[in-house]
């Protein structure tokens, strides 16, 4: 079984910076892509990075130049940067990894993390 574990998530003021990793864990082969999505109460979740799939990191327009995605660390891990904090960044932030399981197969599955809390105050 393969588990995401978000950690680093918190109370932030606006301007600041913040870090939260994505630690992926248990019977996996390889990770194919990794994002982080967000979701603020009330609102859809939405994709924030992307990193992985031989590309460059791609960002939504409203964290790009603020936001910094890793590169895949150990095989395992993935970071997000997040820097010049504003209040409508609070959200849940959420890892997603698409991921292969078996060596033999080219197939890959889609895991979530539980999420992680960001607030950041005015």
């Known amino acids: 079984q393969v588990r995401l574990v978000e950690s680093g998530g918190g109370l932030v003021q606006a301007g600041g910076s913040l870090s939260v990793s994505c630690t992926v864990s248990?019977?996996?082969?390889?990770?194919?892509?990794m994002h982080w999505y967000r979701q603020a109460p009330g609102k859809e979740r939405e994709l924030v990075a992307t990193v992985g799939g031989g590309g460059r990191p791609t960002y939504a327009h409203s964290v790009k130049g603020r936001f910094t995605i890793s590169d895949i660390v150990n095989g395992n891990t993935v970071y997000l940067q997040m820097g010049s904090l504003k209040p409508e960044d609070t959200a849940v932030y959420y890892c997603n990894g698409d991921i292969r399981t078996d060596w033999r197969s080219s197939r890959s599955y889609d895991h979530w993390g539980q999420g992680t809390q960001v607030t950041v105050s005015s």
């Open positions: 248990g019977n996996f082969y390889s990770i194919n892509v």
